[in-house]
């Protein structure tokens, strides 16, 4: 499976993105298909992830502003960013896989290249 993600950039706090992570290979529609992301220094964190369309999962300081979606006849899935802040500030991954634990980023086998969000105040 190749992850292909996508959508990052440059906003300034309070604006929006929405990141795209294309699959490809293989049908990825059973899997748990994650974002993390990682700051400078800082480990990788779960952002956010969902199995099928309606079982989701979100770190606490993003619930109510993040929306993870996926399209599974494209094969892709969909971070929609909202009300973005500083700290939101890292390089974003998308993953897939069939994680023990959804919010260990080791259980995911496939990972995307990253895509940068940068949030100024």
């Known amino acids: 499976v190749q992850l292909q993600a996508s959508g990052g950039g440059a906003v300034q706090a309070g604006g929006s993105l929405r990141l795209s992570c294309a699959a490809s290979?293989?049908?990825?529609?059973?899997?748990?298909m994650g974002w993390f992301r990682q700051a400078p220094g800082q480990e990788r964190e779960f952002v956010a992830a969902?199995?099928?369309?309606?079982?989701?999962y979100y770190l606490d300081s993003v619930k109510g502003r993040f929306t993870i979606s996926r399209d599974i006849a494209k094969n892709a899935v969909f971070l929609q960013m909202t009300s973005l802040k500083p700290e939101d500030t890292a390089v974003y991954f998308c993953?897939?896989?069939?994680?023990?634990?959804?919010?260990?980023?080791?259980?995911?086998?496939?990972w995307g290249q990253g895509t940068l969000v940068t949030v100024s105040s």
């Open positions: 290979g293989r049908d990825v529609s059973n899997y748990y």
């Open positions: 993953a897939g896989g069939m994680p023990g634990i959804v919010r260990d980023p080791t259980g995911y086998d496939y």
């Open positions: 969902i199995k099928h369309y309606t079982e989701t």
